[in-house]
Every structure is written in C-alpha cells, then in structure tokens.
C-alpha cells in the first residue's frame, strides 16, 4: 500500500478535463519511482519501479532494474518527465498532497454552513 500512495498519489493530477496525453506520457506525469537500492527493492518488491512497471505490466519484477536506465535515458533525450525520489522526499510530497487535500476538505465544509 505505501507503494501505491508514494507512487501515485502525490503526483500530476488533471486539473483540466480537457488534458489529453498519450499512454506514454500519461504513465510517466501520474507516476514515480522511489529511489532504488538493496532495502527499498526488497521491501517494495519491485513496486518502486512504478514507472517500468505501468509501461511494460507484464515484463517480470526482477527485470525492472535493468530496464530503468534504458527508460531515463530516453526520457531525457525526448524531453518528456521522469519522477522519481527518495524514500524520505517521496512522503514529503505525499504529507503535503494530504494536508492540500484536508485544506480543500475545510473550504467545502465552510462554504455547506
């Protein structure tokens, strides 16, 4: 679970229903990978490859490592997004997203008295 709200949660979200992306740009503007390193892969079981995972659903857990340079790299030579944090960052921005979220919670109650 704590995968899918560092994941996902805290990312783009549309504020606009008019926005239109392709599959590859809307995996990469709603999704981010945590850090990896030996502890987080194991503890997130490959789910920390968020970004490998939602381009290739079926590709098996223990190759998304590998494909993750290959990813970046063409990111960055086509100019699209590629998020990703560490641990510590991740649930920053997940507590500020929380707390945006009960700040507009309190403007609906406000405005129902």
Same mark, same amino acid.
């Given at each position: 679970m704590q995968s899918f709200f560092f994941n996902h949660y805290a990312c783009y979200h549309f504020k606009d229903?008019? *926005?239109q992306f392709d599959f590859l740009e809307l995996q990469l503007r709603t999704t981010r990978d945590m850090e990896p390193g030996p502890i987080t892969d194991w503890i997130a079981g490959g789910l920390n490859y968020? $970004?490998? /995972? /939602? #381009?290739f &659903? !079926?590709? &098996?857990r223990h190759s998304l490592s590998k494909m993750r &340079? /290959? $990813?970046k790299e063409f990111c960055k030579a086509e100019g699209l997004p590629y998020e990703s944090?560490?641990?510590l960052t991740g649930v920053g921005y997940l507590l500020k997203q929380l707390a945006t979220v009960s700040d !507009? #919670? *309190?403007k609906m109650k406000s405005h129902e008295q």
């Amino acid at each position: 679970m704590q995968s899918f709200f560092f994941n996902h949660y805290a990312c783009y979200h549309f504020k606009d229903s008019n *926005e239109q992306f392709d599959f590859l740009e809307l995996q990469l503007r709603t999704t981010r990978d945590m850090e990896p390193g030996p502890i987080t892969d194991w503890i997130a079981g490959g789910l920390n490859y968020q $970004i490998e /995972h /939602h #381009l290739f &659903p !079926t590709a &098996p857990r223990h190759s998304l490592s590998k494909m993750r &340079p /290959h $990813i970046k790299e063409f990111c960055k030579a086509e100019g699209l997004p590629y998020e990703s944090a560490d641990f510590l960052t991740g649930v920053g921005y997940l507590l500020k997203q929380l707390a945006t979220v009960s700040d !507009t #919670l *309190e403007k609906m109650k406000s405005h129902e008295q």
